[in-house]
């Protein structure tokens, strides 16, 4: 279908940063590379103020902007509203933008409390509106083939799950305080925990309980880059919890934002009774297979390596090696909302999903508080 003749769908975006660069670039590039049956049309961008908002809408190429968002959630020609604005504000805008009968494609972490997710989980489905979460590294190919491989048993029965998410971007101590600080919802776990946790989930299923320790590196860090003054730290740099699963495995995960010389280690091993499967973000086009049937001396890790049968890497690139990137992976984030919102309207991970997501994190954290620490005889 010639992109002229797809029912226009046009997209409302709040936050001009990290995320909503990745956010208005993948919806820009969406229909170069998928067969979908609408066409995303920049439409509105709100950021913190006029000047910075309209600065941002000319970058992006959105064609109006604002310094306040809930002109844009209440803006009549908007039909798909993405939010990458600080945590704090993804309730107000999800539920305004849900009851305004908008879908909502919110960034990870849901919200900043539990509660407060809880109530924009209802508010989408009382509004019956698409809704997904910015889980992207979900998105990722051979993550799918690693998912579909446990679904298919072939490395047997899984017995258990090892994950890591580490990166190195608050390592310093003058690393300053920001929207990821902040005491209600901030923190390495919240942050970057939520990702491991919500892969977790993907590859082996429900997390019935927890055990969890969390840790504060940095107790002060700078109000702002390179200030004098500080203020103290309410958070944790890093948490480490052992997990139980609904099946009965047992795992475990880390998240750690102070990993000093880590990028982007989102990993993780699913260990199984016939084979176990190794990923690592910072090698994203990459799965390493183990199967314990390999005949006897050649047994190992057999690394495979991304390409068009990989679906659907083939709507990148016809040449196996020649590699995706992160921002791929929101493109197809946003080829699947845009399907949901063509069709049946179901997107993936949605905001029930990213609920559990963060209600894990809340165990994590309670568990933490009460953990009864044995000593170790000497
Ligand atoms: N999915 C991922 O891989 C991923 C990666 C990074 C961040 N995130 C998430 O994306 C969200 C944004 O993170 P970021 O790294 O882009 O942050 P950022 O600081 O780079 O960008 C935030 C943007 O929001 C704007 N903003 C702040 N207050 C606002 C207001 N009142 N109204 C409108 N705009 C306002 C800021 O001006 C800025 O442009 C967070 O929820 C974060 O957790 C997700």
Redesign the pocket.
Known sequence: MNVTEKKPVRIGL?????????HANAFRAVNGLFDLPVAPQLELL???DET??AS?ASTLGFRRST???RMLVADPDIDIVA?????K??EP?AVAAAQAGKAVY????LSTTLASAARMRDAVAQAGVVNLV????LCNPMVRMARELVQAGEIGEVTSFRGRHAENYMARAEAPH???TDPEGGGALA?IG??ILSMARYMVGPIVSVCGSTSTIYPERPVFEGSDKTAAVRVDDHAHALLWFQGGQLGSVEANWAATGRTMDLSFEVTGTQGAISFSQERMNELLVYRSDAASGQQGFTRIEAGPTHVPYDRFCPAPGHHLG?ND??IIEVAGLLRAYATDGHAFPDFAEAYAVQATVAAIHASSQQLNRMVVAS
């Open positions: 709040v936050g001009a940063g990290f995320m909503g660069k990745c709100a950021d913190m910075s908002a941002a310094g306040d968002w939010i990458t604005a600080p945590n504000l993804h805008i919110c960034e990870k972490p910015g889980f992207n590294f920001s929207f990821r942050d939520s990702h992160f992976l929101k």
